[in-house]
């Protein structure tokens, strides 16, 4: 199959526009035959909207592979042509940009750590001036929403008006089941103030191993992502980099018919109606509880009265860990999960020092 360049531009125009939208090909691109390989046994799924592959692969310290360079576009290039399927290459600096586009990869994406830092999101996004192509930016390594808002402000300066978010989860320093800790708050809340971008999952990197892959695909469609972007290997043990997290093309196949696809919503007036009901009721317990917060830190600044006049410290671990030992039984009984619970208190524990600290200074 051979595809002239105005065919491809319209079929790169309609994928981006595809929902679900699933890309993927492996970690890194290893041999030519690898790659020409895991691309056709991809496209022949017929689930595959888009060919990725690590060409320069970021490390964290140098010696790992770091993967095979600018000689691998070709093989991404002749994969296109077999397939049909647009590419997709990660890209980190200037260079990598100009030989990317001069090998007709049709999409390109900032990776986290470039993402990370300003400087080389504005050289990636320099070199992208006068380019006409879709752009996908996944999330900082570290859990910094500003960081991520500012990789797209950059990106869109430069004229790229298809920008989509990949989220790929965060640096959790080994306090995680998962390669890259999800922190699905944090995905929510970029999603909610760009709703009109697309918005998919890279599961592979959250999970960092193949077994808790579609468990976590499954939450993403749950959330409404629009697509995944996942890494796929024709011998996944032996790959050369993140074997553990890589899976065939058939297996992804078979991953994405098990997932239960949902919608955002549906047009029947009796559901449309019966939601409003139960969103009603949130709204009212929702009320409720902001009059019963209020009435809470009314109470603590009377203890921080008291404790001003009695020159007490804010601070009293004893009492604090009463009050979570108190709640975590409460909550157990009531199907709230320990997670929840300290993160509810802290949040309401660090307004109430809030408001005594204010009566103390005041």
């Known amino acids: 199959m051979t595809v002239s360049e105005t065919t491809m531009k319209e079929t790169v125009q309609a994928t981006w526009k595809k929902r679900p939208l699933i890309i993927s090909g492996p970690c890194s691109a290893e041999t030519e035959e690898q790659v020409l390989e895991t691309a056709q046994r991809l496209a022949k799924t017929g689930k595959v ?81 006068g380019v006409k192509l879709p752009v996908l930016i996944k999330n900082p390594i570290n859990p910094d929403l500003e960081l991520w808002t500012g990789a797209v402000e950059r990106v869109a300066k430069a004229g790229i008006d298809q920008i989509g978010l990949i989220h790929r989860g965060f640096s959790a320093y080994g306090n995680s089941e998962y390669r890259n800790a999800p922190m699905w708050h944090l995905a929510i809340e970029m999603k909610r103030r760009n709703p009109e971008l697309p918005f998919i999952n890279d599961p592979s990197h959250i999970c960092g191993r193949r077994d808790i892959l579609l468990d976590v695909m499954q939450k993403a469609v749950n959330l409404d992502y629009d697509g995944f972007i996942i890494e796929s290997h024709i011998d996944p043990d032996k790959a050369w980099s993140d074997a553990k997290q890589q899976v065939t093309p058939e297996r992804l196949a078979e991953m994405l018919d098990e997932i239960v696809w949902r919608k955002e919503d549906s047009a029947s007036e009796e559901f449309h109606a019966a939601l409003e009901k139960l969103r009603q009721q949130i709204n009212h317990l929702d009320d409720e509880l902001m009059q019963i917060l209020g009435q809470r830190m009314k109470v603590a600044e009377q203890i921080g009265l008291y404790k001003k006049n009695n020159e007490i410290t804010i601070l009293q671990t004893n009492r604090w860990n009463e009050i979570l030992e108190r709640a975590f039984k409460q909550g157990d009984k009531l199907g709230l999960s320990k997670e929840f619970i300290t993160k509810y208190f802290d949040a309401v524990h660090m307004e109430s020092i809030n408001h005594q600290n204010k009566i103390m200074n005041d």
Request: aromatic residues 8%.
């Open 49 to 129: 909207n888009m060919l990725r592959a690590g060409i320069w692969k970021p490390r964290t310290r140098p010696g790992s592979f770091e993967g095979i360079g600018t000689k691998g576009l070709p093989w991404m290039q002749q994969a296109k042509k077999l397939t049909g399927l647009p590419i997709t290459v990660e890209v980190a600096t200037a260079k990598q940009v100009e030989d990317a586009l001069h090998f007709d990869v049709d999409v390109l994406w900032i990776g986290a750590r470039t993402t990370v830092n300003p400087f080389s999101v504005q050289e990636v996004a320099d070199a992208l001036k």
